[in-house]
C-alpha cells in the first residue's frame, strides 16, 4: 500500500510541474511576450558583436602583415616593380578613400624604402590587436596596433603602432583609416645609412 501512495505521489507533483510549465507558457503566448528573455537577447547582441569584433581584427592583422613585409632585399632599381606589387597586395585590404589617400601621401611606399635603405627584409613581429570602439549602426570598429618593426639580417627591431578605422563593406571588413608612428622610420638609422 505504501508503494502505490509513494508512486500515487510520484506521479501527482509531475502533472502539477508540467502544468505549472505548460501554463507559464500559455499566459507568455496570451498576453503577446516574446519567450525570448532581454539576457538572451542581449547574449545574442554580445555573441555578434564578438563576432564582428573577431572578423575585424582579423583583418587588420593581415593588413599590418602585409603592409610591413618586404619578402627580399631590393635596389632602387626594383622600386616601382616592388611598390607595384605592394599596392597589388593592399588595394583588397582597403577602402577606396584611404588606398587613394596612402598612395598620395606615400604611406604604403614607406616600409619599401625603408627596406631599400637598410638593404635588407622586414617582418611584422609581435603584432597585438585590441579593441576600442564599435559604432556607426555596427559598420565601424575602431582598433588599436603595436608591432615590432623588425630588420631581418641585422636583427633590429623598432616598435610602431597606431589607430585603425575598420569598415564593413558587403560583409568584408577593410581599413577605412591608419593613424600611426611609421614615419619615425625615416629617421632610424638616418645618421649611419646613405640616403
Known amino acids: 500500500m505504501r508503494q502505490w501512495i509513494s508512486g500515487l505521489s510520484v506521479l501527482l507533483c509531475m502533472a502539477f510541474i ?9 499566459a507568455a503566448k496570451d498576453s503577446g511576450r516574446p519567450i525570448t528573455t532581454k539576457q538572451n537577447e542581449q547574449a545574442i547582441n554580445a555573441q555578434a558583436d564578438e563576432e564582428r569584433l573577431q572578423g575585424a581584427m582579423q583583418a587588420a592583422a593581415k593588413y599590418v602583415k602585409n603592409q610591413y613585409t618586404i619578402d627580399g632585399i631590393y635596389t632602387t632599381k626594383d622600386y616601382d616593380s616592388q611598390l607595384a606589387a605592394l599596392k ?4 583588397p585590404l582597403l577602402s577606396n578613400d584611404y588606398y587613394t589617400s596612402a598612395i598620395k601621401d606615400e604611406t604604403l611606399a614607406l616600409p619599401l624604402h625603408v627596406a631599400i635603405r637598410e638593404k635588407d627584409s622586414i617582418t611584422p613581429k609581435d603584432i597585438t590587436i ?19 618593426f623588425h630588420l631581418n639580417k641585422r636583427g633590429e627591431s623598432v616598435p610602431l603602432g597606431g589607430k585603425l578605422i575598420m569598415q564593413n563593406e558587403n560583409g568584408v571588413w577593410i581599413v577605412a583609416s591608419d593613424h600611426n608612428n611609421a614615419k619615425r622610420l625615416l629617421e632610424w638609422h638616418s645618421d649611419t645609412m646613405e640616403p
Open 18 to 26: 508540467s502544468a505549472g510549465c505548460t501554463e507559464a507558457e500559455s
Open 88 to 91: 597589388q597586395k593592399l588595394k
Open 130 to 148: 585590441r579593441s576600442r570602439a564599435i559604432s556607426g549602426g555596427e559598420q565601424l570598429i575602431h582598433l588599436s596596433y603595436r608591432f615590432n
